[in-house]
């Protein structure tokens, strides 16, 4: 547990670095081009690569050293922050030096990503898996949890260079941690036949989908996936239309200590039965919650039910991540956390694509002074800038309550936590 902890920190610091990033890239391209699609073209950019290659950095991670793979992946994904710094220094601030650096940024996360879920597995049994899994919402949340607020009120002072130095200096120390326990991270067993990268990809794929229950679950967490995506573009619009940068970042930090709050239960008393029941109560009140931060302009309201709205999420990420990961073996694990990587956040793919469209062409519109539902549904949510991005997110939280209470329905999830497989399946 020591090594994984180590490996943990360094993911902790390199993840606020990574959050102060997005959340100032995010207030930059808004107030430089004034459109909910550019920031979802900017976020977009920032994880399609990612998400693109994920199943080539799975085969990585079971063909090579994991350790190395999260140093690379960390290491060479500065060299997008530093195209964009370099860009702004020297006086280049339009759009597309911003999109090509979140690009090359991307890219080489997805070496870090499956070669770290991995990770989990190398060094811990299966009883310690689901604090595992607490601990490491922690550092993956801690971009919502410190780094808006800290990146906000740097913001009122500094310009965004500075937030791209403290950026790359991060991911310096996360990879001096990384590579100081590199010898004591043990690697998958090495495979007797070697396999091309098609056939392992395949043999993957085929352990992955043979199962009913496997399949519903990476379809669920897709479809959150999807709408949580809508939510990620237009929380930040929707709080600069109610109020200042500063406050922007303020509420999502504070919101999201109900993830660290969630995150640090499940790390200390772990998470011992009923996974699949609880995994679609969190789905119901994520559903729930995310709906009622669309519906005021309050901001005391809306930092209340967004707290509420991110608590659930450590639940549900733990839930899943554990009914998969005791039906994987050690040696297909970097595969299957980049297949399932590549896979659930396709729907963050296709929420980028859309949402900013749909915010800027329907329901900002909609919701407008004059716009058609001002007089019906602007009644209760209101009206002006922002409030259609507040019925978006209402929409899609009612949207994942109804695909949680469907879903609630079926029993092939339901058997993953009752008979782990053991066999490997020959073909597709």
């Known amino acids: 547990m020591k090594h994984f902890m180590k490996i943990w920190i360094g993911q902790l610091i390199s993840n606020i670095g990574s959050g102060m990033t997005a959340f100032a890239l995010s207030v930059y391209v808004y107030q430089l081009t004034g459109s909910v699609a550019s920031v979802s073209l900017v976020t977009l950019l920032a994880y399609f690569p990612t998400i693109l290659l994920n199943p080539l950095g799975g085969v990585l991670a ?11 992946g960390d290491l060479f994904s500065a060299f997008g922050l530093l195209f964009i710094l370099i860009n702004m220094q020297v006086g280049n601030t339009g759009l597309w030096p911003i999109i090509i650096g979140v690009t090359i940024n991307a890219v080489f996360v997805s070496l870090l990503d499956p070669a770290y879920g991995a990770t989990v597995t190398d060094l811990l049994t299966k009883e310690e898996y689901s604090k595992a899994s607490g601990l490491v919402q922690i550092a993956r949340n801690v971009k919502y949890l410190i780094s808006p607020a800290l990146a906000g009120l740097l913001l009122t002072t500094f310009d965004i260079k500075l937030i791209l130095i403290l950026d790359i200096l991060t991911i310096v120390v996360t990879v001096s941690i990384v590579s100081m326990v ?9 495979r007797q036949e070697q396999l091309s990268f098609k056939q392992e990809l395949k043999e993957g794929l085929a352990y992955l989908l043979k199962d009913k229950g496997v399949r519903q679950l990476v379809l669920l967490m897709a479809l959150m996936c999807f709408f949580i995506g809508f939510i990620q573009i237009a929380l930040t619009p929707m709080l600069l239309a109610i109020d ?3 406050t922007a970042g303020l509420i999502q930090t504070l919101s999201a200590f109900g993830m660290l709050l969630s995150s640090v239960v499940i790390s200390v008393i772990g998470i011992k039965k009923h996974y699949f029941r609880l995994l679609i109560l969190s789905l119901v009140f994520c559903g729930l919650f995310m709906s009622l931060i669309g519906l005021s302009t309050s901001i005391i309201f809306i930092l209340s039910v967004t707290l509420l709205f991110f608590a659930t999420l450590p639940i549900v990420n733990t839930c899943a991540d554990f009914l998969i990961r005791i039906q994987m073996p050690n040696e297909v694990q970097g595969r299957i956390w980049g297949l399932i990587s590549f896979l659930t956040q396709i729907g963050y793919v296709i929420a980028y694509l859309i949402s900013g469209i749909l915010a800027d062409k329907l329901f900002e519109p909609l919701m407008a002074k004059n716009g058609l539902l001002a007089s019906s549904l602007g009644q209760v949510i209101g009206t002006g800038k922002g409030r259609g991005l507040g019925l978006m997110i209402i929409v899609m939280g009612v949207l994942m309550l109804l695909v949680a209470l469907f879903l609630s329905r ?3 999830i339901t058997s993953l936590e009752k008979m782990p497989q053991q066999s490997m399946p020959t073909s597709l």
């Open 62 to 72: 079971d063909r090579y050293d994991r350790r190395l793979l999260m140093i690379c």
């Open 182 to 190: 590199r010898k004591q991270i043990a690697n998958a067993k090495p």
């Open 244 to 246: 200042s940068i500063k």
């Open 410 to 412: 079926g029993k092939a």
